[in-house]
């Protein structure tokens, strides 16, 4: 049984940056695919991008392609969501998650999540 813990998130202006981190803790972390997900209250979960559990091959959504880098570091059981050229429509919570297998895109397919992040930014 994995724990996502998030952290990270706030308030930054247009064009700023912020790094998301997500702790894990209950297993083995590196047997584990994950990724990011956003959530803007009334609409679905939305992903955002994915690692293998090497973290040799990553994934990124269209809409934040070229401005947003998932990584991961197993040594310490977390992922990293660093965001760049922040906009306004990236305003949303930002939910960790982790799956045992292969990466998937779609947030059913994921076993654990965390309990979330808020990002806003502001025009």
């Known amino acids: 049984q994995v724990q996502l813990v998030e952290s990270g998130g706030g308030l930054v202006q247009a064009g700023g940056s912020l790094t998301l981190s997500c702790a894990a803790s209950g297993g083995t972390f590196s047997d584990y695919s994950a990724a990011w997900f956003r959530q803007v209250s009334g609409k679905e979960r939305e992903y955002v991008a994915a690692?293998?559990?090497?973290?040799?091959?990553?994934y990124h959504a269209d809409p934040v392609k070229g401005r947003f880098t998932i990584s991961r570091d197993n040594d310490q059981n977390s992922v990293y969501l660093q965001m760049n050229s922040l906009k306004p429509e990236d305003t949303a919570v930002y939910y960790c998650a982790a799956r045992w297998g292969v990466v998937l895109i779609t947030a059913s397919s994921y076993d654990y999540w965390g309990q979330g992040t808020q990002v806003t930014v502001s025009s």
């Open positions: 690692i293998t559990w090497s973290g040799d091959t990553t």
